[in-house]
């Protein structure tokens, strides 16, 4: 029984019968993306289907690609208005050697480049996107003083704690000097402010990570990809959201990132749309556009490092490290009040 590299569906085919009601047996699997973050393939037994994730092939960033944090997350947000997957099985590593989570299939459209949006009318593209803010006010909506929410993580000192990792993230992955960087992250370090408020922080929160609704897609289905999920300061999920507009993004989505269509809803519309939809108002908004910028150059240079040694899969990598310098940049005037 031979599989898409990165799978061993003879030791799949075991674990699926062993932990999945109604499993039928004559497990088959395609890889869905391989390598911008964890590899995603589509299962099925031939009457139903599942969505199968586990980390990239090679090595591993610490903290990084965590199977289970994803599968907590999703689990912990069924029932809570907040779209997700369901959540069928996690895996430790002694089934594929690393481990892996496993969730329900959901038929749905993803809005990857921006060919994809060719034929929707700009009123229609615009509705997408705030009702993808209208989810993400959703999300920083659930009460992070409840279980199993409450257990997921450590609200306080979240903003310190992404300025220090992503910086050692830099340091494992770079693959050449950027003085840049360092400027950035010294502007990081002494203007890191306190929480602003302690919410579920989805940390990849943009168009391509959400499954909307062939027939209305306004209608969000699922938010997908939880590997960076926490609790945390909601206004960092936002801002991370507002930077996947800007095009120097494209290149870490091989140069046609819809979420950086000129189509889409500008920066201050979408924080508009979140504050009339969350109350919330941003703050430190300089520091919190700064640091969005630093955590996707660090993890489009992670992305260029495994292409280079070849622990990537599928196309489209090869132009991924050109977005890193320019991300910095563009990260150092948004944290001098440059930026938009």
Same mark, same amino acid.
């Given at each position: 029984?031979?599989?898409?590299?990165?799978?061993?569906?003879?030791?799949?085919?075991?674990?699926?019968?062993?932990?999945?009601?109604?499993?039928?047996?004559?497990?088959?699997?395609?890889?869905?993306?391989?390598?911008?973050?964890?590899?995603?393939?589509?299962?099925?037994?031939?009457? #139903?289907?599942?969505?199968?994730?586990?980390?990239?092939?090679?090595?591993?960033?610490?903290? !990084?690609?965590?199977?289970?944090?994803?599968?907590?997350?999703?689990? %912990?947000? =069924?029932?809570?208005?907040?779209?997700?997957?369901? =959540?069928?099985?996690?895996?430790?590593?002694?089934?594929?050697?690393?481990?892996?989570?496993? /969730?329900?299939?959901?038929?749905?459209?993803?809005?990857?480049?921006?060919?994809?949006?060719?034929?929707?009318?700009?009123?229609?593209? +615009?509705?997408? %996107?705030?009702?993808?803010?209208?989810?993400?006010?959703?999300?920083?909506?659930?009460?992070? /003083? !409840?279980?199993?929410?409450?257990?997921?993580?450590?609200? #306080?000192?979240?903003?310190?704690?992404?300025?220090?990792?992503?910086?050692?993230?830099?340091?494992?992955?770079?693959?050449?000097?950027?003085?840049?960087?360092?400027?950035?992250? #010294?502007?990081?370090?002494?203007?890191?402010?306190?929480?602003?408020?302690? !919410?579920?922080?989805?940390?990849?929160? +943009?168009?391509?990570?959400?499954?909307?609704?062939?027939?209305?897609?306004?209608?969000?289905?699922?938010?997908?990809?939880?590997?960076?999920? /926490?609790?945390?300061?909601?206004?960092?999920?936002?801002?991370?959201? /507002?930077?996947? +507009?800007?095009?120097?993004?494209?290149?870490?989505?091989?140069?046609?990132?819809?979420?950086?269509?000129?189509?889409?809803?500008?920066?201050?519309?979408?924080? =508009?749309?979140?504050?009339?939809?969350?109350?919330?108002?941003?703050?430190?908004?300089?520091?919190?556009?700064?640091?969005?910028?630093?955590?996707?150059?660090?993890?489009?240079?992670?992305?260029?490092?495994?292409?280079? +040694?070849?622990?990537?899969?599928?196309?489209?990598?090869?132009?991924?490290?050109?977005?890193?310098?320019?991300?910095?940049? =563009?990260?150092?005037?948004?944290?001098?009040?440059?930026?938009?």
């Amino acid at each position: 029984m031979s599989g898409p590299d990165g799978l061993d569906l003879v030791a799949l085919d075991r674990f699926l019968a062993g932990n999945v009601e109604g499993y039928r047996g004559g497990v088959t699997a395609e890889l869905v993306s391989g390598g911008r973050s964890n590899l995603t393939y589509r299962v099925t037994d031939g009457a #139903a289907t599942w969505i199968l994730r586990r980390p990239p092939l090679g090595t591993l960033t610490p903290s !990084a690609h965590d199977m289970a944090r994803e599968f907590r997350f999703v689990e %912990a947000l =069924a029932g809570s208005g907040v779209p997700v997957a369901p =959540a069928v099985a996690l895996a430790d590593d002694s089934v594929l050697g690393v481990p892996f989570a496993l /969730t329900g299939f959901v038929d749905g459209i993803v809005v990857r480049g921006g060919p994809d949006l060719a034929g929707w009318s700009d009123g229609l593209v +615009r509705d997408c %996107a705030f009702a993808l803010v209208d989810t993400l006010a959703a999300l920083h909506a659930v009460d992070v /003083t !409840a279980e199993p929410v409450a257990g997921l993580g450590r609200p #306080a000192g979240y903003l310190r704690r992404q300025v220090d990792r992503w910086y050692s993230q830099w340091q494992r992955v770079r693959t050449r000097e950027l003085p840049d960087v360092d400027a950035l992250h #010294a502007l990081l370090d002494a203007g890191c402010p306190a929480e602003s408020d302690a !919410a579920v922080v989805h940390g990849d929160f +943009r168009i391509d990570n959400a499954i909307l609704d062939r027939a209305d897609p306004t209608r969000v289905l699922a938010v997908v990809d939880w590997e960076m999920a /926490t609790l945390g300061d909601p206004l960092a999920d936002l801002a991370l959201h /507002t930077v996947y +507009r800007d095009e120097v993004f494209a290149p870490v989505l091989a140069g046609t990132a819809a979420s950086t269509s000129a189509r889409m809803p500008a920066p201050d519309e979408l924080v =508009a749309r979140y504050t009339a939809a969350s109350g919330r108002e941003p703050r430190d908004w300089a520091f919190h556009r700064g640091l969005a910028y630093l955590k996707i150059a660090v993890i489009a240079e992670g992305i260029h490092e495994r292409h280079l +040694r070849g622990d990537t899969r599928g196309e489209g990598f090869d132009g991924i490290g050109d977005a890193t310098a320019p991300l910095v940049a =563009a990260g150092l005037s948004a944290a001098r009040g440059s930026g938009s």
